[in-house]
Nanobody
């Protein structure tokens, strides 16, 4: 019954911004981290960012550091990914995930996944 639903994707010009949201329903998991991953066409899924349950600990992939910001609102069961200065290389399907990973950047350790939202960046 647990479900994660991403939204906020779309088409944006290079240099523009988008804000993605991920809403969790069907259960609450105190202490679970929330992560964002992305998969471009023809490529493997890769880590983007993760935030701890308290929000005090965040980790970013080097490729997005300084441009993307992850946050969460536990009262609303929602995580966010603010994406600024978007580049064509950022185009991908973005997925949110939740779980108690021991290694925060390892996608295999996340328990729940959303269906993904498409981000397209035009030049």
């Amino acid at each position: 019954q647990v479900q994660l639903v991403e939204s906020g994707g779309g088409v944006v010009q290079a240099g523009g911004s988008l804000r993605l949201s991920c809403v969790v329903s069907g259960g609450t998991f105190s202490g679970y981290a929330m992560g964002w991953f992305r998969q471009a066409a023809g490529k493997e899924r890769e880590f983007v960012a993760v935030i701890s349950w308290s929000g005090s600990n965040t980790v970013y992939a080097d490729s997005v550091k300084g441009r993307f910001t992850i946050s969460r609102d536990n009262a609303k069961n929602t995580a966010y990914l603010q994406m600024n200065s978007l580049e064509p290389e950022d185009a991908a399907v973005y997925y949110c995930a939740s779980g108690p990973p021991r290694i925060l950047t390892n996608e295999d350790e996340y328990e729940y996944w959303g269906q993904g939202t498409q981000v397209t960046v035009s030049s």
